[in-house]
């Protein structure tokens, strides 16, 4: 597949918007893709393999350009081109508006949106040093020179405030007061919002007349890398005295439906999980797990209803939790995440709602 016949099945899909066309086909993801990316556990070198690097520039998929210091985690990517553009649908801008692009990658999406509204208004900022010069360097290059800013992008950048719109390109589980600041009455701000449980939901907020909260809808179902600081994280904790006992749900209705997974995310959102295969069972078999950094309990996958199934430890019960929450999405008619969303605070109150502000959650 070439650019052309991509950006084409983007727009047939819905994903793209005809405002958003010609920029698309004028700003192809191969001029800000690194020579190297990671694929399949592999690195792919742009002069060693470039019919293979060609392939997948030019594919529907997320790129990794970096990985963390342990060689595994994928600290940075070329985000998947449907989710680039469904993005920036929701952002809604227009001819004249400053838009502030936290997290800058690779560059592609502040030379896109460079492209549309010019580059004097786009602000750019990135927390890798590294990264922002390489993204720099190719925004130069293409004649997209946006403003580049090294820095931490959850504190926005003050000196170019306000923007009209807010562009996140990492995953919040609480979104920075200073985004909400930094941005005009009516201002759009469109962010990959997650908990630990589940990673997550593209939250579309719109920003107060007062400018004190914004509040909005999730429009799409996404998944991104956390905002560094935000990365879930599982803490200690002992095992011990096991309770035990049958399941009231199967934890596949959860661990396969990702707007079950979502609910139970909003709802329980310190709460973590993960499968794994227990092969040191003596029932050999898979396991949904779930903890909060000092309660723990599982559920085998298969026998989910025997009575042993559930091995439960700490001072919460943590799969009651999860049935609990699951029975709750189940009374409300089994919502999508597009029933719920977000008000957010200056200050950092977060209320989740469904199906409107004034119906709190939680």
Known sequence: MNWGALVDGLRESGALSADWDSTFRAVPRRLFVPDRIHCEGEWIDRGESRC????????????????????????????????????????DVEEGMRVLDVGTGTGWTAGLLAHRLGAESVTTVELDRDLSDGARCRLVANRLPATTVVGDGTLGHPAGAPYDRVHVTAAVQRVPGALIEQAVPGGVIVVPYGTPFCNGGLLKLTVSEDGASASGPFVEDVAFMWVRDQRPRSGQFDIEDVRRGPSGIDPVAVADHTDAAFAVGLRLPDLLRQEVWAGYDR???????????????????????????????????????????HAWWQRQGAPGLDRFGVTVTVAGEHRVWLDGPDCVIG
């Open 52 to 91: 293979r690097w060609d392939e997948l520039v030019d594919s529907d998929i997320p790129l990794v350009t970096q990985l963390d210091e342990d060689g595994t985690t994928p600290s940075s990517s070329s985000s998947m081109p449907t989710v680039v553009a469904q993005m920036l649908r929701h952002l």
């Open 283 to 325: 029932f050999g078999t898979g396991r949904f797990e779930v903890w909060d950094g000092v309660s723990y309990a599982h559920c085998r996958l298969a026998d989910w209803d025997g009575e042993h199934a559930v091995s439960q430890s700490g001072p919460r019960s943590l799969w009651d939790e999860v049935t609990a929450a």
